[in-house]
C-alpha cells in the first residue's frame, strides 16, 4: 500500500491555496488508490468482481478509469448496498460529450455528464439530457472561461486543468445566481448550474476546484475535530459544520486571488469583500479550538495568505459596500438562525433596570440555504453598469438608494419607517439589516436577534430607545 505525504513547504503552499504540480498529482494518486481500497473491499467482503464498465472506460480517452470520479460514486454506492442489503445501483452511462478547451498552449478536457443515474449524489438537482444547442452553449462559454483563466491566471488554469474531469449540469435555482457543488466521493467532478457568462464559469471552476482539493486532502490529514457544533459561515445562510466553514473559506481564498487580479469596480468589490471574508472565518476556525494540529497549520497558512491582502487599497466607497455586504449576511444569518428569550429583558426594561442580555439558540430544521439579498443585487447592478455616481437604473427598495450614496441618516429614516408598517412581508429581515449597516446602534449589528425580538414585544416603544438601552448593556456589562 503506498503511503502519500507532502513536505512542510507542500503542505503550507497547498494550505495557501497555491499548491505546485506535483502536490496536485499526488492528491489526485490519492483519490485512485482510495478508490482501489474501495474495490478490493468489496472484492474481499462481498467476493465481487471487478464491474465490467471499468473494462469499457478502459476503450475511453480519458485517463485511468479508476480516477473517473463518477465511477468512484458508484463504486461507494454499491458497497453501500451491499453492507445495508439495499438495492444495487443502475449501471453508469456516461455521456459522449466532452467540453475542451485550449489556449495558449494548455489545453482542459471535461466529460459533460447528463445521463449518468448516479450524478444527482453530487448534492443537486442534475438536469434533464441537453439539448445539442444546448451543449454547444455550455462549449463556447466554457471556452471563453478557459480563455480567462490562462490570460489571468494560469497558475490557477493549470490546477483545474490537472482536477477537472467531469462537470454535471444541474438545475438552477431562480432566487440564486448561480449553484455548484463537488463531493468528497468524486475526486474532480463538479456539478454547475449554467452559468451566466464566461466569467461566473471561470470563478465557478476556481472555486469548486479548491473543494476537491480540500476533500483530498482531508483523508490524507484529519484537519477538524468530529462532533463540534455548527457555527456561522459568510458564504451560507444556515448553520455550518466547522468543516463546511473551513471548504468555503479555502474555496472562497482562491475567488478572492481571481478578483484581485481583475480590473473595475465589481472586481476590486468582490476582492474586498471576500479577502475579509475568508480573515474571519479563519480567525473564528483558530479561536474556536475545532481544528486539529495539522488543521490549525492549515488554516494559519491560510490566514496569512488573506491577510497580505487586507492592507491592500481598495476605493473607500468600495469598501464601505464590501463591509457593509459581509455584516449585512451577518445579521441576517443572526435573525434567522437564533432565537432568543426575551421574558427577562422585558421585566428588565418594565422595572427600569440595566439589560441582561439572554445568549441565543440555534434554530433547527431551516434547512440549506443560500445568499439571497434584494440589497447585494443593487450593489452588484450598480458596480457592474460602472455607474460612478452608484445608482443604477430602475426602482429601489426607500432607504436603499440613500444607502449606495452613503446617506446614512436619510438611510436610517427610511429603514425605521419601513419597520413600522404592521407587516413589512418578505423585507423584513432587510430592513433590520439595513438599520444595522447605517445605524448607530452597537446591539443591532452584534446582537440584532435581540433587538428585534424585544421590539416585537414593545411594539409602541420607539426602537431608538430599545437600542439606546441595549447598547448600554454592551458598552458596560453588569458584573
Not at 207 to 221: D, G, I, K, V
Not at 359 to 372: D, F, N, T
Request: charged share 25%.
Amino acid at each position: 500500500m503506498r503511503t502519500f505525504r507532502l513536505t512542510d513547504e507542500a503542505f503550507a503552499a497547498l494550505a495557501a491555496g497555491r499548491p505546485n504540480p506535483a502536490t496536485v498529482e499526488d492528491l489526485r494518486r490519492s483519490q485512485v488508490s482510495r478508490h482501489l481500497l474501495l474495490l478490493a473491499d468489496g472484492r474481499k467482503n462481498f467476493k465481487i468482481k471487478t464491474p465490467i464498465w471499468y473494462a469499457e472506460r478502459r476503450a475511453e480517452a480519458l485517463a485511468d478509469p479508476l480516477a473517473d470520479p463518477l465511477l468512484a460514486l458508484h463504486t461507494t454506492a454499491t458497497l453501500a448496498a451491499l453492507r445495508t442489503g439495499g438495492d444495487l445501483p443502475p449501471d453508469p452511462v456516461a455521456s459522449p460529450r466532452h467540453l475542451v478547451a485550449t489556449h495558449d498552449g494548455l489545453s482542459v478536457r471535461a466529460r459533460l455528464e447528463d445521463t449518468d443515474p448516479l450524478r444527482a449524489r453530487l448534492g443537486l438537482t442534475p438536469s434533464r439530457r441537453l439539448t445539442h444547442a444546448e451543449a454547444a452553449h455550455w462549449q463556447r462559454l466554457f471556452s471563453a472561461a478557459w480563455r480567462i483563466l490562462v490570460t489571468r491566471h494560469r497558475p490557477a488554469a493549470e490546477i483545474v486543468a490537472a482536477v477537472l474531469r467531469v462537470i454535471v449540469p444541474i438545475e438552477p435555482d431562480p432566487g440564486a445566481a448561480g449553484l455548484s457543488a463537488t463531493s468528497a466521493e468524486a475526486f474532480g467532478a463538479v456539478a454547475l448550474s449554467p452559468p451566466a457568462d464566461a466569467m461566473s464559469f471561470a470563478v465557478g471552476l476556481i472555486h469548486e476546484t479548491q473543494h476537491s482539493l480540500l476533500n483530498a486532502t482531508r483523508t490524507l490529514f484529519d484537519l477538524v475535530d468530529a462532533g463540534a457544533p455548527h457555527t456561522y459561515s459568510p458564504w451560507r445562510e444556515d448553520p455550518r459544520p466547522p468543516s463546511g466553514l473551513l471548504h468555503g473559506a479555502y474555496a472562497y481564498l482562491s475567488v478572492a486571488r481571481f478578483w484581485r487580479a481583475e480590473a473595475g469596480p465589481l472586481a476590486r468589490f468582490e476582492f474586498a469583500r471576500w479577502r475579509a471574508a475568508v480573515a474571519g472565518a479563519a480567525d473564528a476556525l483558530l479561536a474556536d479550538g475545532v481544528l486539529t494540529a495539522a488543521g490549525a497549520r492549515f488554516v494559519r497558512a491560510m490566514r496569512d495568505e488573506a491577510g497580505r491582502w487586507l492592507s491592500e487599497p481598495v476605493d473607500d466607497r468600495i469598501e464601505r459596500l464590501a463591509r457593509g455586504a459581509n455584516l449585512e449576511h451577518r445579521v441576517r444569518w443572526r435573525l434567522r438562525n437564533l432565537s432568543v428569550d426575551v421574558s427577562g429583558l422585558v421585566a428588565d426594561w418594565e422595572a427600569g433596570r440595566p439589560a441582561r442580555l439572554p445568549e441565543p439558540a440555534l434554530r433547527g430544521g431551516a434547512g440549506r440555504a443560500l445568499e439571497r439579498s434584494a440589497r447585494l443585487d443593487l450593489v452588484h447592478r450598480a458596480l457592474r453598469e460602472r455607474d460612478q455616481s452608484l445608482q443604477p437604473a430602475g426602482r429601489q427598495r426607500p432607504g436603499d438608494d440613500a444607502y449606495l450614496r452613503g446617506a446614512a441618516g436619510a438611510a436610517l429614516d427610511a429603514y425605521l419607517k419601513g419597520l413600522e408598517k404592521p407587516d413589512p412581508g418578505g423585507a423584513e429581515a432587510e430592513l433590520w439589516a439595513g438599520v444595522a449597516l447605517v445605524g448607530p446602534w452597537k446591539c443591532m449589528r452584534q446582537r440584532p436577534e435581540v433587538l428585534r425580538d424585544l421590539h416585537g414585544y414593545f411594539r409602541t416603544v420607539p426602537l431608538r430607545l430599545l437600542a439606546e438601552w441595549l447598547d448600554e448593556s454592551l458598552m458596560s456589562p453588569p458584573a
